[in-house]
């Protein structure tokens, strides 16, 4: 198996070092689409040039743009959101329903650029890929897999220098994470744009009755995956905790 492609902007780097940088980084970030001039950001990538800012704040900046955005927070499902993050930030799969949970809970309550940076400022992105080492491809490596089937999820998430990760909005990936087992790798049953089908999801919440503080419930949500955004925020304006979100057959 080939070894990942490893970019890093060096000061002796030139401006053709530069270019082949940012197209690495629109690639990795944006998913492999195609970026018309119109929407690439020029103030950021002239800042990279000068080197006022690194390669992350740069990744930073793109995360964040009206084109991410539109494309992956406000068209897909929140699952399918916080996993492409998972995939084009720190270069690997959610390798748990834990995981993926506190990802969806936090875009909610504190908004889509906490959840951007959250991934931009922890840990594992920093010794993954420092400040100037392009974010890649880290799913079929020992060290990004904690466990075994996080290589198969990988597989499942990123098929290959074709794929566009906005042509799917729904998550390939939650039925698995949720319930700690391998996918089958298979062509993709998720909706895609114009396709008329689209996949429910059950949510799980645990919280207290509205007339009854000191009594706890859980409560199930069945829901399609164009739903979920709004039925989580009505969730979470009740203060309820969300235990799972699993996939509904």
């Not at 991934?119 to 799913?139: K, L, T």
Request: net charge neutral; with cysteine; hydrophobic share 35%.
């Amino acid at each position: 198996m080939a070894s990942p492609m490893i970019l890093e902007l060096w000061p002796t780097s030139g401006l053709e070092d530069i270019q082949t940088v940012i197209r690495a980084v629109y690639k990795q970030v944006l998913g492999n689409p195609h970026v018309m001039e119109s929407e690439r950001l020029v103030t950021a990538e002239s800042q990279l040039a000068d080197r006022s800012i690194s390669v992350r704040e740069f990744v930073r900046a793109v995360a964040k743009s009206d084109f991410y955005r539109s494309r992956y927070f406000e068209s897909c499902a929140p699952y399918r959101f916080v996993e492409l993050n998972f995939l084009h930030l720190l270069g690997r799969a959610p390798q748990s329903q834990a995981e993926v949970s506190e990802h969806i809970v936090r875009c909610i309550s504190e908004g889509y650029e906490a959840e951007i940076d959250s991934y931009i400022d922890s840990a594992e992105y920093q010794e993954a890929f420092g400040e100037n080492v392009v974010p890649y491809d880290r799913g079929k490596s020992s060290e990004a897999n904690a466990k075994q089937v996080g290589y198969n999820r990988m597989f499942v998430l990123d098929r290959g220098p074709a794929q566009v990760d906005s042509a799917v909005q729904a998550s390939q990936l939650v039925f698995a994470v949720a319930t700690n087992s391998a996918n089958e790798i298979k062509p993709s049953s998720a909706r895609v744009i114009g396709s008329g089908t689209e996949k429910r999801f059950k949510i799980l919440v645990r919280g207290s009755k509205f007339d009854s503080p000191r009594r706890i419930s859980t409560t199930e949500y069945l829901v399609p995956a164009s739903k979920m955004t709004p039925q989580i925020q009505r969730i979470n304006r009740t203060s309820g905790k969300i235990v799972s979100i699993t996939e509904v057959s």
